[in-house]
Every structure is written in structure tokens, then in C-alpha cells.
């Protein structure tokens, strides 16, 4: 199943058997692999959950497993409501990063056509992105900090929706230098656990451009969390505003994110697709 082209090998843990913990990681960069497996951005498992109706586990395709994924949350929602794994079109998910609600939106076949995921309150201090308090206090946030790596200044947004984001401004993503700088910030020391690193530019204040380099994934069509945290940032530092409804154009397609003052949660809207349904002999 893909988000916007961020595509990742769905494994059904309602129905299948799993294959053993400490399997997972390799098996993720396995699938991943456009040459000798299937070909995605990673893997994710969709399992029976506790304290939810739904639990995801992300793992990218370096074989790291991940708090979060906004793509993958509304595959997984497509998933289970599909399935008949969940009862109505409103339920919620378990995640690493905490558990979201999420809403299905059916087309006349009854397909699930779009997700509404309501991503919860964003964390913005240091110590809970996590990041490093070189620049400033643990518990302060990181908004327009500048922090200097192997000798450069670099100026961000440290936002985390789950999952940690570093979020650079541009005045034209082509001039973003994603290949060199992304990898960079992504494995800096400043981040304990790494971190995703997005490139945006504000169109104005309902629209903004959008290219990622994923912690774990490299270069992806869309991150969905990724998407959430460039709407923040781009309201902490003035280029728009709270509950303004923002089209994120990413590289694979657009979704429509708003920061609700009512509540600070965030809000993303937009498609999942089902690609094909398979057997991976290596399991
Ligand atoms: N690479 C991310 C996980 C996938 C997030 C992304 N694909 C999304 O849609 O949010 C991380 O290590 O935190």
C-alpha cells in the first residue's frame, strides 16, 4: 500500500503469524529492496492491539523501527476498516509515538478513498523531540534555533509528531540540497535517535511546498508526519496560522493539514491506496 507514493510492505497480524522479533529489522530491509525483494520504503505490521482497536508498528527500510508514520496510519486505517478488523468508520490506533484517532471516507463502492488522522498535540521541547541542548535549554522549544554542525550554522523547527522532524525553510526547494544536507542533520549527534529532515517553502498561508530526506528512508514521495510538522513550524515562525486548513504539496501528492487552537491537536487529511496483495517467500 502506498501514501502519496510512500509506499510500504503492509503484513497482516490479525490473520498471519509473524515472523520472530528479532527477524523483523532485517526482513524490513529485505522487502524494501527494489532489486532482490519487493520494493518499498519499509515495512509495516498491522496488529490486534490492547488499548486501541488497531496498533501499528513502522520499521523504515535501514531495517529502524519508527514511533510514527502519517502515510501508514492511513493505509493501516484503509486496511482494517476493509478488513472489518474495526466496527465503524471512527476508531483508534496504538502507535510507539501514542495512540491517534483515525476516520474513514468511502467512495460509492464503500472504499476507503481518504483518511482523516487526528495526529494528537505536537511536541515542541528539546528533551522531547528528543534533541540536545547544545543550543539552548532541554526545556525549551527549538524554533528557529541555529546549531552548528561539523563547523556550518544550520537554522530549524524541531517538532516532534511521534517521530522527531528537523524543518528548514527555503525560498525554492530546488536550491535545498536534500542529498547533502538531509543525511547530515539526520544523523547529527544533536539528535540522540536520529531525526527526519524536511525542506518546505510557504506559498502563501494556505499552501506550502514540501520535499523530505527520512530518517531511516532517505528520500520519500511524502512523509505524512513529516507533512504534520512543517504545518507547525510554519505557524511558530508566522508564515500562517492555527486552524487554517493547508494544502502540503509533497512530492508524491498533497494533504490537507490544519493545528487546531481549539484542541492543539493536528489534523491530516488525504488518500490511501491498496497496490497489490502478495506472498514473500523469505518470511
Ligand atoms: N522515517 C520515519 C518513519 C516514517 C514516517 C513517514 N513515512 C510518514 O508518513 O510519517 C521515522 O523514522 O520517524
Not at 476498516?81 to 460509492?108: A, P, W
Request: hydrophobic share 40%; charged share 20%; aromatic share 8%.
Amino acid at each position: 500500500m502506498h501514501g502519496l507514493g510512500n509506499s510500504y510492505i503492509y503484513v497482516d497480524g490479525f490473520r498471519d503469524p509473524l515472523p520472530n522479533e528479532e527477524r523483523l529489522p532485517n526482513l524490513a530491509s529485505e522487502v524494501a529492496n527494489p532489486y532482490t525483494g519487493i520494493g518499498s520504503d519499509g515495512l509495516i505490521l498491522i496488529l490486534p492491539s490492547n488499548v486501541a482497536d488497531v496498533r501499528m508498528r513502522v520499521f523504515n527500510s535501514d531495517g529502524s523501527e519508527a514511533k510514527n508514520c502519517g502515510n501508514g496510519l492511513r493505509c493501516v486505517s484503509k486496511y482494517a476498516y476493509e478488513h472489518q478488523y474495526v466496527e465503524h468508520e471512527n476508531f483508534s490506533i496504538e502507535t510507539l509515538g501514542g495512540i491517534v484517532e483515525s476516520q474513514v471516507h468511502l467512495d460509492e463502492e464503500g472504499k476507503v478513498s481518504e483518511v482523516t488522522v487526528d495526529m494528537g498535540v505536537p511536541r515542541l521541547k528539546r528533551k522531547d523531540v528528543p534533541m540536545r541542548g547544545k543550543g539552548g535549554a532541554l526545556e525549551e522549544n527549538a524554533i528557529g534555533v541555529t546549531e552548528t554542525i561539523n563547523g556550518i550554522d544550520y537554522t530549524f523547527t524541531a517538532v516532534s509528531m511521534g517521530n522527531p522532524h528537523a524543518v528548514f525553510f527555503v525560498d525554492k526547494l530546488a536550491d535545498a540540497m536534500i542529498e547533502t544536507v538531509g543525511p547530515l542533520i539526520e544523523k547529527a549527534d544533536l539528535f540522540p535517535d536520529g531525526t527526519n529532515v524536511e525542506f518546505i517553502s510557504t506559498l502563501n498561508a494556505s499552501e506550502i511546498d514540501f520535499a523530505v530526506w527520512e530518517r531511516g528512508s532517505g528520500i520519500t514521495q511524502a512523509c505524512g508526519t513529516g507533512a504534520c510538522a512543517a504545518v507547525v513550524a510554519a505557524v511558530l515562525n508566522g508564515e500562517t496560522k492555527k486552524d487554517e486548513a493547508i494544502t502540503v504539496h509533497l512530492p508524491g501528492g498533497d494533504l490537507t493539514i490544519h493545528w487546531s487552537s481549539k484542541d492543539d491537536h493536528v489534523w491530516m487529511k488525504g488518500t490511501a491506496v491498496t497496490v497489490c496483495t502478495g506472498i514473500y517467500f523469505q518470511a
